[in-house]
């Protein structure tokens, strides 16, 4: 079971690594003259996202849920975030890529092109989706009825039975 100390120190770690991405996202075009710096950047960004996803499914398998078997309750129940978080990094992954690649040579110039520029808002709407989702899973673990054997739990095991 996951005891509240640790807890707490799981969601510090959490929201400390969604703070370095809101912070990367929201900074990285200001030190675009730096092309080294932005890489480290976006690959430690890149890097924490994975950490992240790492987190998340290390505090489902600590669940009662996922220990009693229902492993498929527990991901129906979180598949959006499991989806969007996926899709999140996998859009992460694709603008830094794309960004590096057109500013490596030149980081004088302001390139933007049409497919970057959809990419890009497509990555910081994503981006946004994210957070919120990730942490309001995060403080939805946090939840008891996840942790022992409720009426709750043996009602849904029924109903995954029939």
Known sequence: ML?????SLVLSLQF?????????????????MAPVIQLVLFIIQDIAVL??????F??????????????????HKFKGTIILTAVY??????????????RWKNANNF????????????QRLAAVLYCYSYKRTAVRLGDPRFYQ???WLRK?????RR
């Open 16 to 32: 400390l690594l969604l703070s370095y991405d809101l912070f990367v996202n929201s900074f990285s075009e200001l030190i675009r």
């Open 111 to 122: 390139v933007w092109t049409g497919g970057l520029q959809t990419l890009f808002v497509l």
């Open 58 to 75: 290390l505090m489902f398998f600590n669940t009662f849920i996922f220990q009693a078997g229902l492993v498929n309750l527990l991901f």
């Open 3 to 7: 005891q509240t100390s640790n807890y």
């Open 156 to 160: 849904e095991f029924m109903q995954v």
């Open 149 to 151: 054997d409720s009426l």
């Open 51 to 56: 950490f992240n996803i790492i987190i998340i």
């Open 89 to 102: 990094f996998a859009l992460s992954i694709s603008l830094h890529v794309w960004v590096m690649n057109l």
